[in-house]
């Protein structure tokens, strides 16, 4: 099946789509950059999260379930855990085993499987402490003030998977001076724990104890479940520098290899209505609000905002807006009406025109066009068309078993309706706008469409609705 249909991935290493062969097809192995659990999660990172689940079911269709190993890392050791467990009075555990459960929740009602393995940073310390230990005895790396350091002018080729020289990154980075350091881009591997901190006794000698450096987690924990030389290493385009470059040069020079990983893939950035996402801009949006929107809806709900994720292509950046969520959940409504009519078993299964489009570089927008294809087709009354439509749409972990009759309005509903109505109009009335629009797409997506009417006389607005199924059913049949 793979000699027919090649998957052709995006190699960031070589920026070029290359045919992808695994090293071994017994057991194709990719490694993808976790969470670092202090927060709740944000909807960016849950792309890579759904981005790399879309890859991982590809790759087991392809290969067999049983001979794909993917490994997400959780890193549960870091300043930011230090800082927020200090900031609430909680243990570090307590706060990474918090976070870490919550993280689950979350992707799980966004459809996405678990990982083969899902290691943890504090239970690799030995086989981090080991990466060091050779890195230092082969001359990549050095100890100075109880600090143990990556020496980057050691290894010839760093910068290869960002493409830049070494003077364009030392301009670029925000490089961190310190006097112990032989040159300016060298990187922490090991450093000391203040009083109160995780520590663990230190590698190479040094008497004080410590803690790992964030990109050494990485490396050890891939070594150890995947291999000094693995197929597939995915994250977020933002790790590419430096977190990404880090890792190879460690593991590249820990063991002498060429490559780390075979193929970088990278996903694109996220933007919130068109804006960078910050906190400071008030656009911080986590996986966790949204879906408590619809508390008893939370895994329809969730494959909205998975089928929103997919809508752009992965390397591209994606705007994430209500106006996105609402198109996605009308598209979802319109393909989870013809479950009962297809008349399959929830079985997940990718038929070939699904398929070619997911070869080609993970292309979700082409794959979403053609599942709209085979919606109309099922509309005008195809029943085989309906059954590609609802297999296809499971096997990329889209919910369209769950739909109940949302086009159904019922009293309870109907209270909702009005109250939402009025909240718009309250909102329009304080020149509010932009949440009086989001509203109104908030109801399209529940297939409720406004009207708004003045009265001529007094130029009061008054507000009229009428339930419109986004789907077309009636008109295309
Ligand atoms: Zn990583």
Not at 378 to 400: D, M, R, W, Y
Request: aromatic share 8%; proline share 6%; net charge negative.
């Amino acid at each position: 099946m793979a000699e027919a249909h090649p998957l052709m991935l995006y190699n960031t290493l070589t920026r070029r789509k290359e045919a992808f062969r695994p090293i071994d097809p017994a057991n194709v192995r990719m490694y993808v950059c976790g969470p670092t659990v202090y927060d709740y999660a944000h909807i960016g990172n849950a792309r890579p999260v759904i981005v790399f689940d879309v890859l991982f079911r590809l790759l087991r269709h392809i290969y067999g379930a049983e001979h794909v190993t993917y490994v997400r890392n959780i890193t549960d050791v870091d300043d930011k855990i230090n800082a927020r467990a200090a900031e609430e009075g909680v243990s570090i555990r307590e706060l990474t085993e918090r976070t870490a459960k919550q993280f689950h929740e979350d992707i799980s009602a966004l459809g996405v499987l678990p990982p083969t393995v899902e290691p943890r940073a504090t239970e690799h310390i030995p086989e981090m402490k080991a990466l060091i230990e050779a890195l230092v005895a082969n001359g990549h790396a050095y100890v100075a003030e109880d600090h143990v350091l990556f020496h980057v002018p050691s290894m010839k080729d760093y910068g290869r998977l960002s493409n830049r020289s070494l003077e364009e990154m030392e301009a670029g980075a925000r490089v961190e001076v310190a006097p112990y350091k032989k040159d300016p881009m060298d990187f922490v591997l090991w450093k000391p724990s203040k009083a109160g901190e995780p520590s663990w006794p230190s590698p190479c000698g040094i008497a004080a104890p410590g803690r790992p450096g964030w990109h050494i987690e990485c490396s050890a924990m891939a070594e150890r479940h995947l291999g000094q030389v693995f197929d597939i290493h995915g994250g977020g385009i933002d790790l590419v520098f430096p977190h990404h470059e880090n890792e190879i040069a460690q593991s590249r020079c820990a063991h002498g290899m060429p490559v780390m990983a075979r193929f970088w893939l990278h996903n694109g950035f996220l933007q919130v209505e068109g804006e960078k996402m910050s906190k400071s801009l008030g656009n911080f949006v986590t996986i966790n609000e949204l879906l408590r929107e619809r508390p008893a809806d939370q895994k329809w709900w969730g494959g909205v905002m998975r089928l929103a994720m997919l809508s752009t292509h992965y390397r591209q950046p994606i705007n994430w807006s209500r106006k996105g969520l609402a198109e996605a959940e009308a598209a979802l409504t319109r393909w989870a009406k013809q479950y009962e009519f297809a008349e399959v078993a929830a079985e997940p299964q990718l038929t070939q025109r699904i398929a070619n489009h997911l070869c080609n570089d993970l292309n979700t927008p082409g794959a979403i066009a053609e599942l709209h294809a085979m919606a109309k087709a099922a509309e005008s009354g195809s029943k085989h068309e309906a059954q590609e439509l609802i297999v296809n749409a499971l096997f990329l972990g889209l919910p369209v078993d769950e739909y109940i009759a949302q086009h159904q309005i019922d009293d309870m509903q109907m209270a909702l309706v009005n109250e939402r109505i009025d909240a718009r109009l309250e909102a329009r009335k304080a020149k509010n706008f932009k949440e009086a629009d989001r509203i109104r797409d908030e109801l399209a997506a529940m297939g409720i469409a406004l009207k708004d009417s003045k009265d001529p006389k007094t130029g009061e607005i008054t507000t009229t609705w009428e339930v419109r199924a986004p789907s077309t059913t009636e008109a295309s049949r």
